[in-house]
């Protein structure tokens, strides 16, 4: 690999300067992007995936403000899967390495952001972080924050 591109690629782990945050909630099982069917020469969304973005965009803004972010975001996102039955270990929390695929989860999150005002386009989301956990309390968790390079 070219040094350069090494040299970038460690520039990840320095600090961007956060100008502001916003933490939103929403205690609901997280579910991954469902995608689009097409039927007939034309493209639908399905009643549940419908349903779903309906139910977390109505969460999500019930800790929304009502500002909108501008600029360059990052997003910091837990996705917590409530304990099943065959869970060893049922209290704090425990890293989730089972479906849903993480990047699959972003998705609908950044789009009900969106569709509550948070920011006016996801385009300026440019940088994730995600994890997904084993909790007593389904839900995802949110912080975004608007950033500037040092």
């Not at 945050?21 to 469902?34: H, W």
């Not at 969460?59 to 600029?71: P, V």
């Not at 990052?74 to 479906?99: H, Q």
């Not at 009900?112 to 995802?140: M, N, T």
Request: proline share 5%; net charge positive; glycine share 6%.
């Amino acid at each position: 690999m070219r040094m350069e591109l090494i040299a970038l690629l460690d520039e990840f782990t320095t600090p961007l300067e956060v100008v502001e945050s916003k933490y939103l909630y929403a205690e609901i099982k997280p579910q991954a992007k469902q995608s689009t069917s097409f039927g007939q020469g034309r493209a639908f969304t399905s009643k549940k995936k419908r349903e779903y973005l309906t139910s977390l965009a109505t969460l999500l803004a019930q800790s929304h403000d009502g500002t909108t972010l501008e600029g360059e975001l990052r997003v910091v996102a837990l996705y917590s899967f409530p304990w099943r039955k065959i869970d060893k270990v049922k209290t704090g929390w425990a890293l989730m390495s089972k479906r849903p695929d993480i990047d699959n989860l972003h998705k609908p999150l950044a789009d009900c952001l969106e569709a509550i005002g948070l920011f006016g386009d996801d385009a300026q989301i440019v940088e994730v972080s995600a994890r997904k956990i084993r909790y007593e309390i389904p839900g995802i968790f949110v912080r975004v924050d608007r950033i500037i390079q040092p």
